[in-house]
Nanobody, 126 residues
Framework: QAQLVESGGGLVQAGGSLRLSCAAS??????MAWFRQAPGMERERVAA????????RYVDAVKGRFTISRDNAKNMMYLQMNDLKPEDTAIYYC?????????????????????WGQGTQVTVSS
């Protein structure tokens, strides 16, 4: 059974750092991504990475502060978050797609991500 499990969330002061991890199991995943959802807001894709790691995508709000990476040998994906801001406060979800079969493709539509983790809370205090 395919499964994604996040870890690494927590409470941090503004300007601090956190590293989120996503443990994947059960099947081969191609695009993997981090989404977040703040209270009263729509879920947004924060960062995405192709299976080869050659292609990455970031939402403008996190460019230069967040770095997505993955280790296929360990079935892990990471999100290094630096210079955190109160507006980064949200539940962060690991998501993946398994249909493209491409090592360079990065899925752009949320409907393409069929596999989701349970989420991990990130809270940034001012």
């Amino acid at each position: 059974q395919a499964q994604l499990v996040e870890s690494g969330g927590g409470l941090v002061q503004a300007g601090g750092s956190l590293r989120l991890s996503c443990a994947a199991s059960g099947r081969t995943f191609y695009t993997m991504a981090w989404f977040r959802q703040a209270p009263g807001m729509e879920r947004e894709r924060v960062a995405a990475i192709s299976r080869s790691s050659a292609v990455t995508r970031y939402v403008d709000a996190v460019k230069g502060r967040f770095t997505i990476s993955r280790d296929n040998a360990k079935n892990m994906m990471y999100l290094q978050m630096n210079d955190l801001k109160p507006e980064d406060t949200a539940i962060y979800y690991c998501a993946a797609e398994a249909n493209s079969g491409s090592i360079r493709y990065v899925a752009s539509r949320v409907e393409e991500y069929r596999y989701w983790g349970q989420g991990t809370q990130v809270t940034v205090s001012s």
